[in-house]
């Protein structure tokens, strides 16, 4: 399946090749059938490219906002059905993963509610992966594991 | 789309999350290692990746690109109130492209699964993580308790550096990965306070 559009994902941002992927040639990957009758991922994003959002992470907490829910009735469908999975907080990739939309189609349309309103993105929850307090709390509890 | 409602009101408390990524070649118990600690049954979810074609640059004309999609399960586990811990595991291609930066960034650290008897596959993701310093921990799945070779075997294949751990664990048990992602976070203190102190990480 080839992708044809002006934009190349790769160019956007500061994305640079891996090294290692110069050093061998690419290995063929088995491409997955598109499921007959389901709409190409893009459709639902109007062919837009997810060169997106730097805050919206796989782990980026969604939630939706209350007065929202009396307004979905003007929304697509699959947009209806991520603002219905955020009324408690949610990870972009459990969104992604219960809705069964691709992940880069997730992160679009999760930028797009939140910019109608219907959903808050919280990035600036987002700590420091070197914050030492965070890392402290996560050892503890995971040692609380029975 | 336009904006159809206020802006003012009161946003929801959301819990703060962190992730530690979990590596490693094909069949060597990512999704296995996920599912022994994650409060919830793995989830997985699907990105389309563009891959450079197989083929020589002509100029003038257009490199060949195709999309692929990969696959990414993951789990989460609650640390407290206030924050979730998730677990991805990477795609089981080793040729992946940006979709490694989306995975490690903001990231805790990493558990490099290995099987060993195929210590191979391990390589892209040893390589990758010591390139953007990401701490990470070499995780030998041993299976009933047996290795293919020792700890040290390990090691010297692999060439990693004396300070990255190699571990041996049961991604069967839930406490066993517990101790394996333990030992990624020690190596993410380390760093955190290395860099405190401004010493070299």
Redesign the interface.
Known sequence: ???AGDE???EGGS?R?????GAS?????P??EPEPGAPR??VLTSGRV?VAHPDI????????????YS?LA?LPREQQAIVAVCAE?I?V??I???LHL???VTKILVG?LR????L?V?SM????????D??????H???A?A | MDSVLSREQPAQRAPVPVKIVVAGGFGVGKTTTVAAISEIAPLTTEAEMTSAGVGVDEPGMMTGKTTTTVAMDFGCVTVDRSLKLYLFGTPGQSRFGFMWDDLTKGALGALVVVDSSRLDDCFPAVDYFEQIGLPFVVGVNAFHGRLAHNLQDVRWALAIDDSIPVVAYDARDRLSVRDALLAVLDRALAKAQAQLSGGRP
């Open positions: 399946m080839t992708w190349d994902p790769e994305r090749i891996r090294p290692f992927l040639p690419p290995v063929p990957v491409e997955t991922p893009f997810p992470g796989l782990e980026t907490q969604i939630t939706a906002r209350p007065h929202g307004r003007g907080p990870s990739a459990e992604a993963a219960r691709h992940l880069g797009d910019a109608a309103g219907y808050e919280h929850d987002a700590v420091q992966p070197t914050d030492i965070t890392i402290l709390r996560v050892i509890g995971l040692r594991l």
